[in-house]
């Protein structure tokens, strides 16, 4: 049996740069399997690099659970960072070096799913699964 894991992530931060902050929320065949709400990430960092620790959290959460079979799971991830669908999906290239390795992490977690797909939504789908 396929495993679907459905991911919405978004992070920010106050100040840009400034202090960083990021959620995820997964389920797992529809039901709830991991959530983390305003997690902290530390001074002086983008929106950007955020959002991709928020995703890069999330992608762990499943690969390096023992209970779960990374290369049988399908993922949807869904954000609404434009930039880091676009750069995940191959669609926009890396230009920043200091996304170039968040990039490089989030792209070797997911070699180790069976599939995935990354899906751009609007900010109001963030704001209602994670509150911000």
Known sequence: MVD????????GSKGNPGKA??????????????????????DN????????ISLIRALKAI?????????????????????????ITGVWKVKNANMQPLWAEAGGLLTEVGSWEAIWHDRSNSVRKLGH
């Open 45 to 52: 960092m983008t929106n950007n690099q955020a959002e991709y």
């Open 4 to 11: 679907t894991f459905e991911i919405v992530f978004d992070g």
């Open 21 to 42: 902050y990021g959620s995820y929320d997964i389920e797992r065949n529809g039901e709830l399997y991991d959530r983390k709400i305003e997690m902290q990430y530390g």
């Open 63 to 87: 690969v390096e659970n023992p209970r779960v079979d990374a290369t049988k799971a399908h993922l949807i991830i869904r954000g609404d960072s434009k930039l880091v669908i676009s750069q």
